[in-house]
């Protein structure tokens, strides 16, 4: 799925309908389109135009930098730009994402890409990071490699089994709904590579969804404390910066977590 060509952009279509778990008729009645116009599409009989790529794109919730690469098969310029954070014209973004993170003290957040990297943490995040790691700063920037590496983090969390197999569900959907994403595919076979991860988690488990809420309990020796996390996206993003963007917000389960949270900062 490297190789762009106008040839190809059918099976590409193909590919994410197949990924969404959609049927030809499905699609085309979705879509608004005749079945028989849409195999036409997937078999290279006929060629998209941009706003049936589009129409398609929406209907299949493909990330927008998969839609560029779309476009791209299909003849056709990229219509999402790809800015990054630090620039000017981000800004305002930018400024809006550091006081979420700020609002959140004295508890963690991070801003998180698509492949887990860790872009931005504030105070709490940090602070409760070495306490953990007796002064020590992590060796990684992506969440998931923190999470699973027994040198870092992952001695410190308690419950360390729910999480890291959660947060491997998530990451075995997203290498299913992006098959293009061999970034993703790399990251699952480096957590997969590290000691102590039951085999059977190299599978992908069709009938285990993520848990709607991750409860991550971290223990020092007497001393447990626990948070929940929520995440947040930016609606209707044009830019595949943003689109790849979320922000996670822990929050104490208990007193005594948020005591402690207020005495660390």
Known sequence: ??????????????????????????????????????????????????????????????????????????????????????????????????????????????????????????????????????????????MLHLIFDPDDLRPAIDNWEDVAGNLLRHLHNEVAAVPSDLKARQLLEAVLAYPGVPRHWRQRDLGAAPAPILTTAFRKGEMRISFFSTITTFGTPRDVTLDELHVESCFPTDDTTAAFCRKLT
Do not use: C
């Open 1 to 142: 799925m490297d190789t762009m060509t106008p040839a190809n952009i059918g099976g590409l279509l193909r590919e994410w309908r197949l990924s969404r778990r959609l049927s030809q008729l499905d699609l085309a009645l979705q879509t608004d389109i005749s079945s028989r116009h849409l195999s036409y599409l997937e078999n290279g009989k006929s060629r998209p135009s941009r706003e049936m790529i589009v129409r398609l794109t929406e209907t299949l919730a493909v990330p927008l930098r998969e839609r560029n690469k779309l476009f791209i098969a299909g003849g056709y310029a990229p219509v999402y730009p790809e800015t990054p954070i630090d620039t000017p014209k981000l800004a305002q973004m930018r400024f809006a994402i550091e006081a979420m993170l700020a609002q959140q003290e004295p508890y963690p957040a991070f801003l998180l890409n698509r492949h887990w990297d860790i872009l931005m943490a504030n105070q709490a995040a940090i602070k409760l990071n070495r306490y953990m790691m007796d002064g020590r700063d992590s060796k990684h920037r992506n």
